[in-house]
């Protein structure tokens, strides 16, 4: 069966319509029809290759709400009518440590990619959210509080667990001193998450004029990179930072503004590497700096549930799919408040123009 889709052709042509396979429904498998997919700023990553791994045709978006319209005769965690959420991830080995410690993000054999990984039933590429519809394995399927608006859900299933992962595993509490650094998609999910956790937020932008939305979000601070001297004056005031930001930068104002004892986390992945940063005052107070990759499923599901109790969502612009070539340029310049979400349903697939 084929759907409509929004693909990228190669790394310089905008993105046309097209028509793409959808995956066979297997027994464990849910089919769902697509409501909102968030747009990632790795979606446009990765359909300029700006990390050089991009296969063409590729159809992007890993944030995706929809709902179940069929099921495999051995899918029984999701009725068909039932609103649910996918997210970065549809399949992985399940056999390795990782694996088995529900932890699916660092499977040792790579997970599958909810868009520009290798399908592992039909050796195809596998396909996005930019789309009508998707079949996906319901162990990669996650259920979507009934409280939110689903549209600002939509981002919730990258943005918002990329962000909550690290804020979890380094044990972020009440009262702790967190910086994020970029009022973006992740950025602007990550105040609100922390705060909602009860820490303290610093917020580093580059952006002066996202400061109101910044407080409005949750942040208690609000620093402007650019200014050395709001820089100096939050030194050593911070237990644990998030750097959200897509492009390569000098880490070591950040490292500054840490703890002895701190922690940079890097979530954001430049198409080219940060400097080094200077290692001196690392070890002498004893800084860490750490990637971290996405969320599980498990994470992702308790981070929605946590949303909807604390009545979380992302600050979304809706578009639709014709208007996805706007939306990428006004992400590349740092234009977003704060994560587009194409309405797939409103989206006319006959006519999307550069
Ligand atoms: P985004 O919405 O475009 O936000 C990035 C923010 O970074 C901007 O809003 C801007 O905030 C700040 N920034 C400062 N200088 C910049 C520059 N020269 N170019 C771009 N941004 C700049 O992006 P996003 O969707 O949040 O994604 C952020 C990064 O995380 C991307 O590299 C993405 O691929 C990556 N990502 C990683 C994971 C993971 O698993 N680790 C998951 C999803 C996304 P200010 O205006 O406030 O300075
Ligand atoms: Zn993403
Ligand atoms: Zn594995």
Avoid at 265 to 273: N, Y
């Amino acid at each position: 069966m084929k759907i409509n889709a929004l693909v990228a052709h190669d790394a310089t042509q905008p993105l046309t319509t097209g028509q793409i396979a959808l995956r066979p429904l297997q027994p464990q498998d849910v089919k769902i029809d697509i409501l909102y997919c968030g747009v990632c700023h790795s979606d446009l990553h990765m359909a300029r290759n700006e990390w050089a791994v991009s296969r063409y045709p590729l159809v992007p978006g890993h944030e995706i709400v929809g709902r179940v319209v069929a099921t495999g005769h051995a899918a029984s965690r999701f009725k068909v009518g039932e609103l649910v959420g996918v997210g970065v991830m549809v399949d992985a080995c399940r056999e390795c440590h990782f694996c088995q410690q529900h932890e699916e993000q660092y499977c040792e054999a790579g997970f599958v990619p909810t868009y520009n990984g290798i399908d592992r039933y039909t050796g195809d590429n596998t396909h996005g959210g930019y789309a009508q519809s998707l079949v996906v394995d319901q162990h990669f399927v996650v259920t979507v509080p009934k409280n939110l608006s689903l549209p600002g859900v939509a981002p919730l299933l990258c943005a918002g667990v990329t962000v909550w992962s690290p804020l979890r595993h380094f044990n972020v509490k009440a009262g702790d001193q967190v910086g994020v650094v970029g009022l973006g998609g992740l950025g602007h999910m990550a105040v609100q998450l922390a705060s909602a956790m009860g820490a303290e937020v610093t917020l580093f932008t580059t952006s002066p004029q996202k400061g109101q939305d910044a407080l409005r979000l949750g942040a208690k601070n609000v620093v402007v990179s650019k200014d050395a001297a709001q820089m100096t004056a939050c030194q050593t005031s911070l237990d644990l930072i998030i750097d959200c930001v897509a492009a390569p930068h000098d880490l070591d104002p950040y490292l500054a503004t840490l703890k002895t004892n701190g922690r940079l986390v890097l979530v954001g992945i430049p198409d080219k590497p940060h400097q080094s940063p200077n290692i001196t005052p690392m070890v002498f107070r004893r800084l860490s700096i750490s990637g971290s990759s996405i969320g599980s499923i498990q994470e992702t599901q308790e981070m929605l549930d946590f949303c909807g109790q604390h009545n979380i969502t992302a600050d979304i612009e809706l578009i639709t799919g014709e208007e996805i070539e706007t939306a990428f340029a006004r992400m590349l310049r740092g234009e977003v408040k704060y994560r587009f979400v194409i309405d797939v349903q409103a989206t006319c697939w006959g006519a999307v123009h550069p």
